[in-house]
């Protein structure tokens, strides 16, 4: 059910919520979700983009969410500045953009948590700028219902998989 719209129909706006809540329950419920989250982080810190950056903008995990402290402290014990969300950074600091979301597909949709801070952020990177979600494999689907303010990510990593868009790396993408 991917939809193109420049206004959210009703329907959209019902199947996004009714998607979050379905994939927030299923994170929570989740008994493993350090051990995931460290496997997650194992896979982001070897990605070609991630190991080239200075400058990454990540997220303050919340419950249920991919927990980012140790990619965090990793960053900090490899001279990688870091910055989140609410910290108000300029679109083009960032080298590599981690965001969290409740759903995604492997080409890069993302389901954000509805509030739009990514969708208004992310237009305004600079070129080349990785964009990459973390994500549980539970929160992957074979589609999104998405609109045209939605920004598509590079990359998705979850515990199994790295998932490029296009199958293509994004240093390989020039």
């Known amino acids: 059910m991917v939809s193109q719209n ?32 460290a496997r997650i982080t194992d896979r982001l810190v070897m990605l070609d ?18 927990e980012t402290a ?3 402290a990793w960053c900090a014990a490899n001279d990688i500045e870091t910055a989140m969300p609410e910290d108000d950074v300029d679109a083009s600091w960032p080298d590599v953009i981690v965001v969290p979301g409740t759903a995604f ?3 890069g949709a993302r ?4 509030g739009g801070w990514y969708d208004r952020f992310l237009p305004d990177r600079r070129p080349g700028v990785a964009v990459i979600g973390l ?20 990359t998705v990593v979850t515990e ?7 199958g293509v790396a ?5």
Do not use: W
């Not at 200075?54 to 249920?64: E, F, K, T």
């Not at 994004?170 to 020039?174: L, Y």
């Open 6 to 37: 420049d206004a959210a129909p009703t329907g959209v706006v019902e199947a996004k919520r009714a998607l979050r809540q379905r994939m927030r329950a299923m994170r929570r419920e989740l008994p493993d979700r350090p051990v995931r989250s």
């Open 49 to 66: 983009a991630f190991v080239t950056a200075q400058r990454v903008l990540a997220y303050d995990s919340i419950v249920g969410e991919v």
């Open 70 to 72: 140790a990619l965090v």
């Open 105 to 107: 597909t492997v080409d």
């Open 111 to 114: 389901l954000g948590q509805g």
């Open 135 to 154: 994500a549980f494999s539970i929160q992957i689907v074979d589609e999104l219902p998405t609109e045209r303010h939605d920004v598509q990510l590079d």
């Open 160 to 166: 199994d998989a790295v998932h490029h868009r296009n």
């Open 170 to 174: 994004p240093s390989q993408a020039t």
